[in-house]
C-alpha cells in the first residue's frame, strides 16, 4: 500500500524523516507534479495516534524544506502505482492551482468561543421579548466575529470559516504569507488585548491544510 | 533516523481561559479506546449527556430556523410569542435536566464540523 | 494553574488542532475516502465517544442479564 503524504514543489531532498509504520520516505513523479509517499506492507484499518502523528511530522519537515506544498488528507492508502497515477492524473489542474495558491504562504488557525451573557430569568420575560432577545444576541454574536474576522482576513491570500462547535464565535483559518506573518500576529495580539472577556486560541503556523483543497470553480 | 513523532506547541497565542477551550475538546484526545466507568450512576449521566446534547443540538436549529422566519415576516405577532414561550419552557426543562444529572452547558457541546454550517 | 498543567493543556489544545488538520483538511486525492476509525474525524468525536459508551452500556447489561439468567 502507498500512503501519500503532500505534493511539493521545490524539494531539494528528502528530510532525514520515516513515515507512516516507519515505512522510509519515498518520492515520485506524476503528472508533473512532484509526490512523497511512503509504501506499507497492509493497508491501516485503523487510525492510530502514531500514524496520524508520523503523517504530521512528515507534512510538517516537508514544509520547512520546499517552497509550496499540499498536504494530504490522511486517509486510505493506494494499493498500486497504477491507482495513485490515476488519481493524481485526474486531479493534476487543481493540483498545480493548489500549490500556486499556497506557495509563500503559512496557515494559521483561530478559536474564539463565545462569552455567554447570562440569561435573564425566563420568568420575567414575554415570548416575543425572548425572540427579541434571541435576535439582537445573535446579532451581537455576529457582529463581534466580524470585528474579529475582518481585519485578519485582511491580512491574508485566502480565509476559510468553519461551523465548529455550537457555542463558537469563530473559527476559522487564515493563508498568511510570510512577509505578512508579524503583521498578522501583531493583529492577534492587538485583538486580545480589545477583547479580554473572550477566549481565544490562535495556532501556526500550521502547513496550509485548511487551503489544500480547493474548488474546481474558484 | 527520528522515529518518534511528537507535536511541536503550535499554540501563537491565548487570551482567556484555555481551560475553556481545552475541555471542550477533552473527549477527542481520549477517543482512542478507553475503559468506560461501569457505575452506573456515570453510565445513566453518559446516557444523559448523549440525549440532552442532541435534544441541545435540535432546539438550537429550531430556535435558528424560528429567528429567520421572524427576519423575514413570515411569523405572526401571535406565533412570534407562541414560539418565544415554547423556547423558554424547553430551556427551563433543560436546565432542569441538566442540574439533575450535574452536567454543565460545555458538556452538551457538540462540535458539529461542516454540519456546524447548517446552524 | 502550574506550569505543568499550563503546558499538558497546550499540548492538548495543538493534538486537537493538529489531528483534526491531518484527519479533516488536507487535500483529498483519491476516489472516496474511507477511514475506518475515525470517518469524519475529531469533531464527531464527542457524539462518538458517547455513542460507544451507549454501545459498551448495551454490552454489560446484556451481559449482566445474562449472568443473571444463568444463575436462575
Not at chain 1, 516537508?62 to 498500486?80: C, D, E, M, Q, Y
Request: hydrophobic letters at 40%; glycine letters at 8%; proline letters at 4%.
Amino acid at each position: 500500500m502507498i500512503h501519500l503524504y503532500a505534493l511539493v514543489r521545490g524539494l531539494d531532498e528528502l528530510p532525514p524523516l520515516t513515515g507512516v509504520e516507519g515505512a522510509p520516505l519515498e518520492r515520485r513523479q506524476i503528472a508533473g507534479l512532484d509526490l512523497v509517499v511512503s509504501r506499507t506492507g497492509q493497508e491501516l484499518t485503523e487510525v492510530t495516534n502514531e500514524a496520524v502523528m508520523a503523517h504530521a511530522s512528515v507534512v510538517e519537515e516537508l514544509t520547512t524544506r520546499s517552497r509550496a506544498i499540499l498536504p494530504v488528507r490522511f486517509g486510505r492508502a493506494f494499493a498500486s502505482e497504477a491507482e495513485l497515477t490515476a488519481a493524481v492524473g485526474t486531479k493534476a489542474p487543481a493540483l498545480e492551482h493548489g500549490l500556486t495558491r499556497v506557495r509563500g504562504c503559512v496557515e494559521f488557525g483561530l478559536r474564539v468561543l463565545g462569552h455567554e451573557p447570562p440569561r435573564q430569568g425566563s420568568a420575567t420575560l414575554s415570548g416575543a421579548e425572548y425572540m427579541r432577545a434571541r435576535l439582537d444576541e445573535e446579532a451581537e454574536r455576529h457582529r463581534l466575529s466580524e470585528e474579529l474576522h475582518r481585519p485578519l482576513a485582511l491580512l491574508s491570500r485566502a480565509e476559510a470559516r468553519f461551523g465548529g462547535a455550537s457555542g463558537d464565535l469563530l473559527h476559522a483559518a487564515y493563508l498568511v504569507p510570510e512577509e505578512r506573518t508579524v503583521a498578522f500576529r501583531d493583529r492577534i495580539a492587538g485583538l486580545e488585548r480589545l477583547h479580554p472577556e473572550l477566549t481565544m486560541v490562535c495556532t501556526g503556523p500550521w502547513p496550509p491544510y485548511s487551503f489544500a483543497e480547493t474548488r474546481e470553480d474558484a | 533516523m527520528t522515529t518518534r513523532h511528537e507535536p511541536v506547541d503550535k499554540i501563537l497565542a491565548s487570551g482567556g481561559d484555555l481551560r475553556r477551550i481545552a475541555s471542550e475538546i477533552e473527549q477527542v484526545t481520549s477517543a482512542f479506546p478507553r475503559r468506560i466507568n461501569a457505575d452506573p450512576e456515570q453510565v445513566e449521566r453518559g446516557l444523559a449527556q448523549l440525549v440532552l446534547t442532541l435534544v441541545e443540538l435540535l432546539r438550537q436549529l429550531m430556535e435558528r430556523q424560528a429567528l429567520r422566519r421572524m427576519e423575514q415576516g413570515t411569523l405572526t405577532d401571535d406565533e412570534v410569542e407562541r414560539m418565544g414561550e415554547t423556547f423558554m419552557k424547553l430551556e427551563r426543562r433543560m436546565q432542569d435536566l441538566k442540574n439533575h444529572f450535574d452536567l454543565e452547558d460545555r458538556d452538551l457541546n457538540l462540535n458539529l464540523g461542516p454540519l456546524g454550517d447548517l446552524l | 494553574m502550574s506550569i505543568r498543567d499550563e503546558q499538558q493543556l497546550r499540548y492538548q489544545v495543538t493534538l486537537v488542532e493538529l489531528v483534526d488538520r491531518v484527519l479533516n483538511k488536507g487535500v483529498v486525492v483519491a476516489g472516496d475516502i474511507t477511514l475506518s476509525v475515525a470517518d469524519g474525524g475529531l469533531v464527531y468525536v464527542g457524539l462518538r465517544v458517547l455513542l460507544s459508551s451507549v454501545a459498551t452500556l448495551e454490552e454489560q447489561r446484556e451481559r449482566a442479564l445474562a449472568a443473571v439468567g444463568a444463575q436462575s
